[in-house]
Each structure stands twice: as structure tokens, then as C-alpha cells.
């Protein structure tokens, strides 16, 4: 997986996993994105990622997990690879060659989106239609950046009756559509060593640091 996907699936992954859409206006969702999820820290939950094509043509589907710490430190499980963003650098570990691959934060990347969205500066995109399920007590929201990255289309996410983010729906500049089916957080117990990779069993360093 290179540097530029890998950054496509944590945009909408981190934006999501760490939000509540509620409400309508930018005020209400900030409140929401702290109240519900930063008070909760530390929290773990997993997701099932199914990429493909506008015109139904199926793709790839990845299953994994999704942790913060009480830091704010944000941790992507994946079958082969472990990703850490510890809010100055990006660390990418190859469980199987055992490569650890440390990068620069570039800002105005897409994952400096995320991290936008992460402090509740929700100003990066609008919010453009909003649908309620009386029946299931789902809301579904349909949002669209006000500013780059440009490859992303538009966003449609799904929330259940009690606010937790369940299905996400991610188009792009290309017609792709990635969906995220996501569980609720629940609090987790992951130990110190999983946020620090002084301590993962490392037998190449790739440091890409200045």
C-alpha cells in the first residue's frame, strides 16, 4: 500500500471514527465530536473497508481496527501493517518484513484534514443534505469539502439512534466508492507499547525525518 493511499483510507476513516453528526450546524458538531468521543479516550473499534466503482464493479475489502489514546494518538490496525500518527509524525509498520517507516506530518495533505477534523474545525466541509429514518432511527448526511483535498467528491455518512457513526460512503475524483461499516467505541485497554514504536520489533529503520 504506498504513502498516497494509505493516506485516502485514514482521511475519511479518522474524520468519521471520531465524530458524531447529530446535528446540523458546524457549532453543534464540534460540541458532538467532544463530547461523545475526545471525553471517552482511550477507545478502540474495528471497521470492514469494501472499495469499488460508482458502476458496481467490486473491489478490495480490508478488516481492521481503529484506536486513540488518552494522549490523542491515533492507531490503525490493518491485516499486514500497523499505522501511527502520534500528532508530529507518521509511522508505517510492515508486520511481516518487519520495516518501520517514519515520515514528516505534511501539512495540507489529506491527513492534515483529518487532523482538522479531529480538533472540530469542521469548516473544510459543508454540510449539504441530510436524511432521517423514522423507522430505524438512522440519519444519513451528505457533505462535500469546501476545500481541498480535491479527490474527494463527496462524503455520505450514516449514523444510528444513539449517534455512532456506522456506515460511511467515500466518492472520489475517479468514481470510486469506498465504504466504511464501522462499530460503536467502546473503551480500550491497549498498553503503552502499541502507541510507541521505540518498542515494536523493528529489524529496518527507514527514518524519513529531516
Known amino acids: 500500500m504506498n504513502a498516497t493511499h494509505r493516506y485516502r483510507l485514514i482521511v475519511p476513516l479518522v474524520m468519521l471514527l471520531t465524530a458524531t453528526l447529530s446535528a446540523v450546524s458546524a ?52 491485516p499486514d501493517q500497523r499505522i501511527l500518527f502520534d500528532g508530529q509524525w507518521l509511522w508505517s509498520y510492515d508486520r511481516v518484513t518487519r520495516q518501520l517507516i517514519v515520515e514528516p506530518f505534511v501539512r495540507g495533505s489529506a491527513l492534515d484534514v483529518v487532523m ?36 474527494i467528491e463527496a462524503v455520505i455518512v450514516a449514523t444510528d439512534r444513539t449517534g455512532c457513526v456506522r456506515r460511511v460512503q467515500i466518492h472520489d475524483a475517479r468514481t470510486t466508492l469506498t465504504r466504511f461499516d464501522l462499530t460503536c467505541p467502546q473503551p480500550s485497554d491497549t498498553s503503552a507499547a502499541d502507541f510507541d514504536p521505540r518498542l515494536w520489533p523493528v529489524d529496518e529503520l527507514i527514518d524519513l525525518r529531516e
Open 27 to 78: 457549532d453543534s458538531l464540534k460540541v458532538a465530536l467532544k463530547a461523545r468521543y475526545a471525553a471517552g479516550l482511550p477507545y478502540q473499534l474495528t471497521f470492514r473497508i469494501s472499495e469499488g466503482s460508482e458502476q458496481g464493479r467490486p473491489g478490495a475489502v480490508t478488516e481492521g481496527s481503529f484506536s486513540r489514546a488518552r494522549d490523542g494518538r491515533c492507531r490503525i490496525e490493518l
Open 116 to 151: 482538522e477534523l479531529l480538533e472540530g474545525r469542521w469548516e473544510t466541509f459543508n454540510l449539504v443534505a441530510q436524511e432521517n429514518d423514522q423507522e430505524t432511527g438512522w440519519r444519513q448526511f451528505r457533505l462535500r469539502p469546501a476545500a481541498p483535498p480535491d479527490w
